[in-house]
């Protein structure tokens, strides 16, 4: 089945305690982005790759890392979180062109 | 001012209406995609646009470029389609995206 997957779903952890949210296509899809929604704010990019060991940063891009070293993979990274990240994350993949997306059910972060 | 904005926030429906949801936008884009988003929380692609007109089952996107506009039209509503509908645009020259507030949409059975 064609999917992304994101793990894990829900996920509390303390402030600056490093945690990595992994996100995986099986569509060999060039295109990989992080999203965050949040309340009041929509949904906004965070970062976003065209291809493998290619990243961009998106609208909201601080505190977080990515990396793209396969074109499966594309984790999302943050090294120190604080209680701001606290949100609900969307992966997504696509093919390059004016294709639709396929989004990842979705991870629900909290930091404490 | 947001760059994509939405009309209306929310909207009522009765099952069997059509409905239109409507987005502007102020920036210069190369492609405009239509979200759903289920109450669970998930979110699908209804369609990407860079120019004219897509139609999928009951489903219909429109884009104007000239006038920076999009619609989304569902004909013969259903209680499923209660859903948020989210407008996203792809910008020019680079591939940032921007997102609408959302619609909630409720159709009523």
């Known amino acids: 089945e064609a999917q992304v997957t994101q793990n894990p779903r829900y996920l509390i952890t303390v402030t600056g305690k490093k945690l990595t949210v992994t996100c995986s296509q099986n569509m060999n899809h060039e295109y990989m982005s992080w999203y965050r929604q949040d309340p009041g704010l929509g949904l906004r990019q965070i970062y976003y790759?065209?291809?493998?060991?290619?990243?961009d940063k998106g609208d909201v891009p601080e505190g977080y890392k990515v990396s793209r070293k396969e074109k499966r993979n594309f984790p999302l990274i943050l090294e120190s979180p604080s209680p701001n990240q606290t949100s609900l994350y969307f992966c997504a993949s696509g093919p390059l062109g004016t294709y639709g997306y396929t989004f990842g059910s979705g991870t629900r972060l909290t930091v404490v | 001012k947001n760059e994509v904005e939405q009309s209306p926030q929310n909207l009522t429906a009765q099952e069997g209406e059509f409905i239109t949801i409507n987005c502007s936008y102020s920036?210069?884009?190369?492609?405009l995609h239509w979200l759903q988003q289920h109450p669970g929380g998930g979110i699908v692609s209804l369609f990407m646009l860079s120019s004219g007109k897509k139609k999928h089952g009951r489903l219909i996107a429109t884009i104007n470029i000239q006038e920076k506009h999009s619609s989304l039209h569902i004909t013969a509503s259903h209680p499923r389609d209660s859903a948020v509908y989210i407008c996203a645009v792809r910008l020019g020259g680079n591939n940032d995206m921007r997102f609408g507030a959302g619609t909630r949409l409720t159709v009523k059975p």
């Open positions: 920036v210069g884009i190369s492609a």
């Open positions: 790759s065209m291809n493998v060991e290619v990243t």
